[in-house]
């Protein structure tokens, strides 16, 4: 646009209501907010599938899927209309000849009579005049599944310009009925082309039709841009949106929990560490810091040796006898060892200085203490439910696990919630209202999302969906597990079936899906399969904790009732050998007005993956982060 | 619970819209889903601010503002009363003993006579028999500003249990009219107490009342139980509600940015590096890791100095003559020297090697290249943008800035958003209506809290909130803005006011609060004063981008149509000197298909303070990071 356009800011917007002045007439749908196009779902998704809106005119944005071109024999266009198909800003001089070649035509025709080989002799580089083409674009703008058919006459624009897959287009034109019979009732007839995008043929990656989903991972910022893809994203959305709802109208507040904590909320290894202090200035520090006496005592010694070196030469020099002079040898050598012990110890004493957290930290990072991204935010909400009640947050968790694994990735959105006065019913109760709620919700608002992905991924998905949300659950113990497990004669596993053992994954899912074939609910573990906080049943050996396990989709939710007393608390802190100091603030919890609190986390990605039928998580996050992997 | 009641998972609840068995008679009010009791805004917030529902019977759980304790001489309770009081399951034995009191005390009477000497010679432990007393308690539970009054008989708990602030209990009983004339229309009288946090009075930060707002700073886990933190987060959940009612309906799809990431999407060097090196692991690897090559080489001149010193001892032994002995000697410093050197230099080079950046990494380190935690996440949305149309992100962004600030924060929230085929009016269209929406929101659904904060914190609170949600915002340009500072010569600045010069965020407000005295919104600024991806506009100086500042607050909004064009791109990265292999997939983005796209991000932190009346950030968020400050 122009600079004076932007020198002063107007809201040319029609405050919503408004008439349009006549000379545009106003369409029945209205444009986007913040855009001049019209979305194409307000189009494509009505009752009549947009026929009711032929003869309006419009501008629609969107990418190319698909194309076709038709070469045909018709009348040139008149020159009013070459002018009013507009000066495209976007192309190169050749472009913008080519697209007026057609006009030049007319003139020498006009003037030179017919055929070909006139225009020859008068405009050499004329020689290959185009035939007139008219292109069939396959138009989506990510609004939904479908696209709009834009009918484009060559005169307008060259082909090459946007028959590509990929290609971005603004395009003016008036909405009729579909020129092709077919399961398209409406088409756009276009009149301007505002806007072309192009497209590297050779190199743009999404070139072909249905590249596999593996594939598309290394195309995360275009990947979008396919169906799959794009109703991915929209059911992505739609559950999000759902997940929040679901809290809205439970009365639960969004508290946000910190991402950079020097909490642990687990106790486990497998962290991300956060740090102003770049690889290149942690390592280019001199490993050798040595402080004052040190340092003096390894210069002394330094400085000894070369003394008698001096002394060896001098003793030479005067002809002393060899006994001295080789026990002055042996010395040096002596010496010299100590001088490289003295060094090697410094290192390690200037490393360990360095290291040590909860200290002044002399090494110039942003925080004073050793600081992480968080695992897990449930240690957070639970301060702020002992005080509003029930709480939630939403977002990015973080594990540096350096396994490769389907379902699991070092960034993965979590849901996590605590309330105030409940128990572990109540959590495993709210566990499978918003499993329910959620399945039904997207198959309420994702009909279209559903359909296509359900010919395109798994036939499978809007069953499994319906079941999760009107079935029942599953509820087992751990010990009923196990021994359904046992008796189960009809799978080998890789260990042995006996109380006591953690239930892996596999085992879990073996449960639900072959067991079951159901989502299973199993609760009261062993204490030492699960964290610090949660409570101790009476019998001294089972925690109050329970795991959803959804059929295909593995363990979904993980929950439990928290630890209120305060000695049990703090046994637990000392059994596990947890750095005490790190917790004193969730201890003070329950030093003062300690609350009975449950809750759980919910693995937002798995979810996804339920509702899409996909297998691998990486698959359904905008921007993924594998371990071992660069990423952008 | 007794275990043998958690080990049946059995949802107890009745289905909505069931009547409970006649025995327990059912509430008016329904008792939150998770948990029995029922929620104090459900009561208190009714239009007859609860006294249809005196009689009723139900749990009411929540924590202590206040007590007081009146002694009073009445009618010592039948056995029957004391009995269904029940038993407190969270009380030490004397506390149990200390409760039956009362029931002991009728015995004697019956048995024994009046008067307390009788007592004292029957039971000597009984000596000083404790009054009864009638408690009354002011509990919150979070759900609204207003308190609920239990009356609590001394025989049901000992008085100290309770009365400290910050008590929790959980309490069943009947409501019923006031007992006390004022603006508290109902009270419940407490028949049974479920269960009592107690508090340790003397350590408890916030007992005392009206603590101020940066004392409360240090207690961030126990600070929402105060009625001004409270309320804060209170709004900060509906603004974080309408945030996204406002994005879902104007169809703006929600994605997830990457939180860890290899972009720097502003070319800014204050970031937070993420690594699974901790400090202490960087700094105890050896720092002379050593290739083969290198190391073959430093070992054989070690071993040929130990030869060394055994043919100088040889030499001696044989009686060699001096002069050779002399000259080994040398040899052997000089080639003791030379070890000295090769070790030195092979740390550098291990060090050195390291530190590079975008190789594989010998470290150990998680990602081959170095990653931070995501200062911005408008570029990765671009590319959803440039498929889905119009998203948004909303969470947190990090920024290492070393400097105090009551605005920023190391951690903050942030609202980020782009659209397909817009420009820069649509986005600075788009973000006036977002805070107009918000603020519209709040002042409908807050209006308790909003009252609240406007008595405790900033009386003028309700009026700016009206003021941006209906009336107008200046628009002006960067020139306009230099030139009103210039000709306003009521104010002395720091820099001396022309052309050229950045806009402070000094000068922002001064725009604002003093010139304008309303939201302004500032565009077209230098193109040295923006980030790379903003437009350059047709004149080549500026660059299509926006500021959004409101009064008091600061810049809440900055925003900018993106550079669609390739070669435009591609020079400014160059000319800024960034590193050209970061951005290659956003570049991509301009290769295939661009379009054109404006966005903006939103300090949503900085609308809490807006919309509450506070100044600094870390009282609206709730685990704030500062610099140099150790975290939980």
Chains 1, 2 share one sequence.
Not at 444 to 465: A, G, N, P
Request: net charge neutral; aromatic share 6%; with cysteine.
């Amino acid at each position: 646009m122009a600079s004076d356009q932007q020198e002063h800011l107007v809201d040319q917007r029609q405050p919503e209501g408004q008439e349009q002045p006549a000379v545009a007439k106003m369409p029945v749908t209205a444009p986007s907010r913040y855009s001049s196009r019209v979305i194409l779902k307000t189009i494509l998704n009505r009752n009549d599938n947009g026929l009711g809106l032929a003869g309006e005119r419009l501008v629609i944005g969107g990418w190319v899927k698909s194309s076709k071109e038709l070469t045909k024999e018709e009348p040139v266009k008149t020159s009013d209309a070459l002018v009013n198909a507009g000066t495209p800003t976007d192309f190169t001089c050749a472009e913008v000849i080519q697209s007026r070649i057609p006009f030049l035509r007319t003139i020498i025709k006009v003037f030179g009579g017919q055929g070909n080989n006139v225009h020859d002799k008068l405009h050499p580089f004329m020689a290959k005049l185009p035939q007139p083409k008219i292109v069939y674009l396959q138009i989506s703008d990510g609004s939904c599944v479908q696209t709009l058919q834009i009918v484009v006459h060559s005169s307008l624009v060259p082909p090459s310009q946007i028959m590509f897959t990929g290609t971005c287009v603004l395009v003016e034109g008036i909405l009729q009925q579909s020129s092709v019979k077919g399961k398209r009732v409406i088409e756009l007839k276009a009149e301007r082309i505002l806007h072309v995008g192009t497209v590297d043929h050779a190199k743009y990656p999404l070139s072909r039709k249905r590249i596999p989903v593996d594939e598309l991972r290394d195309h995360a910022h275009f990947r979008a841009r396919t169906t799959t893809v794009a109703s991915v994203m929209r059911i992505r959305n739609a559950l999000s949106h759902a997940t929040r709802t679901f809290f809205h109208n439970n009365r639960f507040l969004n508290v946000e929990v910190p991402i950079i904590t020097a909490t642990d909320s687990e106790g486990s290894s497998e962290k991300f560490y956060v740090t102003t202090l770049s690889g290149h200035q942690t390592k280019m520090k001199n490993p050798i810091s040595m402080d004052d006496a040190a340092s003096v005592t390894l210069r002394s010694v330094k400085a000894s040796i070369a003394e008698k070196h001096r002394q060896v030469e001098e003793l030479m020099r005067t002809g002393s006898n060899k006994e001295a002079v080789a026990a002055a040898l042996q010395d040096i050598r002596k010496t010299d060892d100590l001088a490289h012990q003295l060094e090697a110890r410094e290192r390690l004493r200037a490393d360990h200085a360095n290291a040590k957290t909860n200290e002044p930290n002399v090494s110039n990072d942003f925080f004073p203490c050793e600081t992480y991204s968080t695992v897990s935010g449930r240690l957070h909400l639970e301060s702020y439910a002992c005080a509003l009640g029930n709480v939630y947050s939403f977002g990015p968790r973080f594990r540096a696990e350096r396994s490769e694994s389907k379902k699991s990735l070092p960034e993965m959105s979590m849901v996590e919630l605590e309330m105030a006065f409940s128990q572990l019913e109540d959590a495993v109760n709210c566990a499978t209202d918003v499993l329910k709620f959620l399945c039904a919700w997207v198959l309420e608002h994702c009909s279209e999302d559903l359909m296509f992905v359900s010919k395109r991924l798994d036939s499978t998905i809007l069953d499994r969906l319906q079941s999760i949300a009107v079935g029942s659950f599953e509820k087992i113990s751990y010990a009923e597990a196990i021994n359904n497990l046992k008796k189960d004669t009809g799978r080998k596993f890789d260990v042995k079936i006996d109380h006591g053992i953690p239930l892996s994954e596999e085992l879990q899912c073996y449960i639900a899906d072959e067991i079951y074939k159901r989502p299973v609910i199993i609760y009261n573990y062993p204490k030492e399969h699960k964290p610090f906080y949660v409570r101790v049943n009476d019998d001294g050996k089972t925690a109050a904790a329970f795991d959803l396990i959804v059929p295909k989709v593995g363990t979904l939710i993980r929950g439990s009732q928290n630890e209120e007393r305060f000695n049990m608390l703090e046994s637990r802190i000392k059994e596990l050998n947890l750095p005490k100091n790190q917790y004193e603030w969730y201890l003070d919890l329950r030093r003062h007005g300690t609350a009975r609190t449950s809750g759980f986390s919910l693995v937002f990605d798995l979810l996804v993956l339920q509702a899409t039928g996909l297998n691998d998580v990486r698959d359904v996050i905008p921007f993924p982060r594998s371990f071992g992997k660069a990423c952008n």
